[in-house]
T-cell receptor, first 115, second 111 residues
């Protein structure tokens, strides 16, 4: 059981470049999330999805885009990379929140540096 | 909006000592999650608490949610180097899909 898989693990981008962070889960979870983690700042929600075809903004969505064409995949797109987007990005999935035993399952993260 | 405040921000303990990490919410908690993160890795789910006064234990880690459901504590008994990492509390932010997290507590255990 692979759980939540993120690729790549590391990436260095130049300012203005674009890239897609991939995330796939094999647990048939309805909910998927993208968070960024900056030192000393905890996790900030970028975007989330409650099911295929449905996405919504989180706390810090500017500079990012997402799509959810299948239950399994939830890619995060950076169109014009900026130094402020240097961070560690985590993808997560879960059953709908509020149900018993519905914690988030996290991938191992993508460490992105924009220079 | 709801906020989660964790204390302390960092903690260094001698192996074998007990320790407690706190998570305080600005609003009533309807689901409180504890996670552990090792450097360079994702978050590992530890425990979830939902009911006021609830307490759960796994090996040497015990988590409690107070009766008013606004504060949770994570207690580690007889700490070991394997307990080192960052502990984060998370909670339902009030709308579907919106989970919020505290800033984390960095734990170091000296052998």
């Amino acid at each position: 059981n692979a759980g939540v898989t993120q690729t790549p693990k590391f990436r260095i981008l130049k300012i203005g470049q674009s890239m897609t962070l991939q995330c796939t889960q094999d647990m048939n979870h309805n909910y998927m999330y993208w968070y960024r983690q900056d030192p000393g700042m905890g996790l900030k929600l970028i975007y989330y999805s409650v099911g295929a075809g449905i996405t919504d903004k989180g706390e810090v969505p500017n500079g990012y885009n997402v799509s959810r064409s299948t239950t399994e995949d939830f890619p995060l797109r950076l169109e014009l990379a900026a130094p402020s987007q240097t961070s560690v990005y985590f993808c997560a999935s879960s059953y709908p929140t509020g149900q018993t035993n519905s914690p988030l399952h996290f991938g191992n993260g993508t460490r992105l540096t924009v220079t | 909006s709801q906020e989660l405040e964790q204390s302390p921000q960092s903690l260094i303990v001698q192996e074998g000592k007990n320790l407690t990490i706190n998570c305080t919410s600005s609003k009533t908690l309807y689901g409180l999650y504890w996670y552990k993160q090792k450097y360079g890795e994702g978050l590992i789910f530890l425990m979830m608490l939902q009911k006021g006064g609830e307490e759960k234990s796994h090996e040497k880690i015990t988590a409690k949610l107070d009766e008013k459901k606004q504060q949770s504590s994570l207690h580690i008994t007889a700490s070991q180097p394997s307990h080192a990492g960052i502990y984060l509390c998370g909670a339902d932010g009030g709308s579907q899909g919106n989970l919020i997290f505290g800033k984390g507590t960095k734990l170091s255990v000296k052998p």
